[in-house]
T-cell receptor
């Protein structure tokens, strides 16, 4: 089983739609959680951290469920510019800190 | 302030050759980690360095090695290149690499093609 799993998509949604991605992780010792955004063949860029209480940044909302070991990302009012791959990232320690990336979920927002 | 810089941006090598990739972290960051990303996959962790010491190693063969210099810049070396080493190699910079909820900042990567 992969340490971090995501549905690769693609998710094709119309502009203005709400879309949600989930990500599951296998290591219960995981410490921190992030969502990164990656445009085609570019470097990943931090979208937001994910906190236990849930957090929001504009149109983006992230949630963490430690009991079920999954995190989610909700994008409201999708824009064309939101088209990208969204990477779920888990930081945990097994002797040292490691950041494990999911495969990424591709989102395409259609006009 | 400059972000994370990597060089070269693109590289073409043949099987069996050796390659060295370079990375300079954000000023003030002491940790550098390296990732390999093949098409359609997420970045795979190769190494993490902090204060010139290796603090983490992913599941990569011994052909992969790295080091960190006193100025916190880093090099990744890959020997005896295989076709399967073709990938985007990403360098990530962070303050320490040890703290909870510490963010990674990536360079634009080196695209390596092995022919």
């Amino acid at each position: 089983r992969k340490e971090v799993e995501q549905d690769p998509g693609p998710f094709n949604v119309p502009e203005g739609a709400t879309v949600a991605f989930n990500c599951t992780y296998s290591n219960s010792a995981s410490q921190s959680f992030f969502w990164y955004r990656q445009d085609c063949r570019k470097e990943p860029k931090l979208l937001m951290s994910v906190y236990s209480s849930g957090n929001e940044d504009g149109r983006f909302t992230a949630q963490l469920n430690r009991a079920s070991q999954y995190i989610s990302l909700l994008i409201r009012d999708s824009k064309l510019s939101d088209s990208a791959t969204y990477l779920c990232v888990v930081q945990f320690t097994s002797g040292t800190y490691k950041y494990i990336f999911g495969t990424g979920t591709r989102l395409k927002v259609l006009a | 302030d400059a972000g994370v810089t990597q060089s070269p941006t693109h590289l073409i090598k043949t099987r069996g050759q050796q390659v060295t990739l370079r990375c300079s972290p954000i000023s003030g960051h002491k940790s550098v980690s390296w990732y390999q990303q093949v098409l359609g996959q997420g970045p795979q962790f190769i190494f993490q360095y902090y204060e010139k010491e290796e603090r983490g190693r992913g599941n990569f063969p011994d052909r992969f090695s790295a080091r960190q210099f006193p100025n916190y810049s880093s090099e990744l070396n890959v020997n005896a290149l295989l076709l399967g080493d073709s990938a985007l190699y990403l360098c990530a910079s962070s303050l320490t690499g040890w703290s909870t909820n510490e963010k990674l900042f990536f360079g634009s990567g080196t695209q390596l093609s092995v022919l």
